[in-house]
């Protein structure tokens, strides 16, 4: 496979930086649009890139920023690229809050698409 590590890190940079600008239900674009799947801190999905944007957009947040901490990043066996990412996010006025999030990418029509991703709060108490 293509150098794994340099096309995970540089969707993450695309992601979060998407995902920050906003508005924020255009990252939906990045999933496979019939099948990709997200769950946004929650055990239910959204499933394919329509379903994903309106999720996104029923977010209460205004404003968001991600700061990464950490990023592993591994090839599979079927060619596709897991990307499991530690860090903060800051919404809104409210603290800096610990996320983790996981991605799974498959190169679909020369793009690198997500099939599933979830995402979770890091809640202490």
């Not at 977010?59 to 990412?85: E, G, K, R």
């Amino acid at each position: 496979m293509a150098d794994y590590k340099a096309i995970g890190k540089a969707f993450l940079d695309f992601y979060y930086g998407r995902f920050d600008a906003g508005p924020r239900e255009n990252v939906a674009s990045l999933y496979e649009p019939v099948n990709g799947m997200m769950n946004f801190n929650s055990p239910d999905f959204a499933k394919g890139a329509q379903e994903i944007a309106e999720k996104l957009r029923s977010l209460t947040f205004q404003t968001i920023a991600h700061t990464i901490s950490t990023m592993d990043i591994q090839p599979t066996y079927d060619n596709c690229i897991l990307i499991i990412v530690t860090g903060a996010l800051k919404a809104d006025n409210d603290p800096p809050m610990q996320f983790t999030e996981t991605f799974l990418l498959r190169f679909i029509n020369n793009s690198w698409l997500i099939i599933n991703n979830v995402f979770r709060l890091i809640l202490h108490g």
